[in-house]
């Protein structure tokens, strides 16, 4: 009891309470003042705060749990399933092709190490602790998986910027590897290539005296540019071999797998929907509404709606947020 410990600590304000400090029964390790719950969550009766505090509901706001995560925790733990199905099929559709995209880079990549060593390679596998990241030389952005690395040096240059040197360095090549550059190309016609914009590095005008090689394949740089001018750089990876390949496998059978929305219907019926406005009157035009949900609307049917307008870039009006 309070008197025969000189108090409890109230969860919200710190202070220890000689007072009545409600006990969370669920947690046993939280309680709340009764001047705390008056002041911050007038809207949840003691009983139910003795049943579930606002720390197990994830509505605490004091200042250790608004800086922790505790709050996401409750909320992902609250979704249904269904919800969270949903959900995850969003994050894949949206991360499959940036898989896609890895996975294309390194095949590329094998199809010139093959030309240039033989049918048969067996790439060195870098060995990385679990807290350490490996980023490329020259751009400074993080290396996934496939990589060029220097054996002299140490010198690691990422599949992006070994493209952008080889294309920089296209007319100082000579006809016989324009056959193998031709063949790769071929190579990617085959494959489906996503169509992920990216910034290219200006090699030619930055470091003009970094060429690669006539075979194709790549020098490491010279000291002048951070390397050590080794004739040429190895092709090595991180993760096990084909590690991509079944990633991309998994991801297109789970999306695939799992249809969430019948695009068809929602655009035929979506505007004999309450939910939609019309703010334009343009003839023979489609985008003359736009989604207007209430507040009250997203709090009881989710956010499932607003997120397929959110993702195609659709403007919407939510209207009742401030009551």
């Known amino acids: 009891s309070s008197e025969e410990t000189g108090g409890q600590t109230c969860h919200q304000c710190r202070r220890s309470k000689r007072d009545n400090v409600i006990w969370c029964f669920k947690c046993n390790r939280r309680g709340y003042c009764d001047s705390c719950v008056s002041t911050w969550y007038p809207d949840i009766s003691l009983e139910d705060i003795q049943r579930i505090c606002p720390a197990c509901r994830g509505t605490c706001n004091c200042k250790v749990c608004l800086r922790g995560d505790n709050m996401i925790k409750v909320r992902i733990r609250e979704i249904p399933a269904l919800d969270k199905l949903q959900y995850l099929h969003s994050l894949l559709s949206s991360v499959l092709p940036v898989v896609k995209q890895i996975h294309h880079e390194q095949c590329s990549e094998v199809e010139l190490e093959k030309m240039l060593r033989g049918t048969e390679i067996d790439l060195a596998r870098t060995r990385l602790n679990a807290d350490e990241q490996m980023c490329c030389n020259f751009c400074r952005i993080p290396i996934i998986d496939y990589h060029r690395h220097c054996a002299?040096?140490?010198?690691?240059?990422?599949?992006?910027?070994?493209?952008?040197?080889?294309?920089?360095?296209?007319?100082?090549?000579?006809?016989?590897?324009?056959?193998?550059?031709?063949?790769?190309?071929?190579?990617?016609?085959?494959?489906?290539?996503?169509?992920?914009?990216?910034?290219?590095?200006?090699?030619?005008?930055?470091?003009?005296?970094w060429k690669a090689n006539g075979d194709g394949s790549i020098p490491c740089p010279p000291k002048d540019?951070?390397?050590?001018?080794?004739?040429?750089?190895?092709?090595?990876?991180?993760?096990?071999?084909?590690?991509?390949?079944?990633?991309?496998?998994?991801?297109?059978?789970?999306?695939?797998?799992?249809?969430?929305?019948?695009?068809?219907?929602?655009?035929?019926?979506?505007?004999?929907?309450?939910?939609?406005?019309?703010?334009?009157?343009?003839e023979d035009d489609s985008d003359n509404f736009l989604f207007c949900p209430t507040s009250e609307d997203i709090k009881s049917g989710g956010i499932g709606d607003f997120r397929k307008h959110w993702a195609r870039g659709e403007p919407i009006i939510v209207n009742q947020v401030f009551d």
């Not at 294309?167 to 494959?191: F, H, R, W, Y």
């Not at 998994?250 to 505007?271: A, H, I, P, Q, W």
């Open 225 to 282: 540019y951070g390397g050590c001018g080794y004739p040429s750089l190895n092709l090595s990876r991180i993760f096990k071999m084909n590690w991509v390949a079944k990633l991309v496998k998994n991801v297109e059978e789970m999306v695939s797998g799992c249809r969430v929305y019948n695009d068809g219907l929602l655009e035929k019926t979506e505007f004999n929907d309450h939910r939609h406005c019309q703010y334009a009157h343009r």
């Open 152 to 209: 002299n040096c140490s010198y690691d240059l990422c599949l992006s910027c070994c493209r952008d040197l080889q294309e920089a360095s296209t007319p100082c090549i000579n006809g016989v590897v324009d056959n193998k550059i031709g063949g790769i190309q071929e190579m990617e016609t085959l494959l489906e290539q996503p169509k992920i914009p990216r910034v290219k590095q200006n090699f030619s005008d930055k470091f003009p005296d």
